[in-house]
């Protein structure tokens, strides 16, 4: 067998070089990691963009929908507006149509009661004689 300091000196070299072996699987691993959170990072922010990218969208459409919603109501109301208007019209024609009505009539019934009268006051007048 050899001597125990050459003995040594092969274990202690076997364990240098297992030694930088697993140095140098820990720095690939490292490396590996950080490569992998680099892309996982890289990633995010493209996910965050895209994210960002869509809210905007959304909000852009909801707030032209909104947009919409207010000419359409706005819309509705001048429409509303013109219907009360025309309801009130013809509520005042109605009501002036009525006044007149009550009026001819009115006025019908008195002629009616002033003719009554005048016959039959003729009729219970004293009658004259021919002479």
Do not use: C, W
């Not at 691993?29 to 493209?46: F, H, I, P, R």
């Not at 909000?59 to 919603?69: C, K």
């Not at 001048?78 to 001819?104: F, M, P, T, W, Y």
């Amino acid at each position: 067998m050899s001597d125990p300091a050459t003995r040594l000196e092969q274990i202690r070299a076997e364990v240098q070089d297992l030694h930088d072996q697993i140095s140098d699987y820990i720095e690939k691993m490292q490396g590996s990691a950080k490569a992998e959170l680099a892309e996982a990072q890289v990633e995010a922010e493209g996910f965050v963009t895209r994210m960002q990218t869509v809210v905007e969208t959304r909000t852009q459409e909801v707030r032209a929908e909104i947009d919409r919603a207010k000419d359409r109501m706005g819309v509705a109301a001048l429409q509303a507006e013109d219907k009360v208007s025309e309801v009130r019209e013809g509520i005042n024609a109605a009501g002036a149509s009525l006044r007149e009505g009550a009026q001819h009539a009115a006025q019908a019934t008195k002629e009616t009661i002033s003719d009554l009268r005048t016959r039959a006051a003729a009729a219970i007048a004293p009658k004259k004689e021919p002479v």
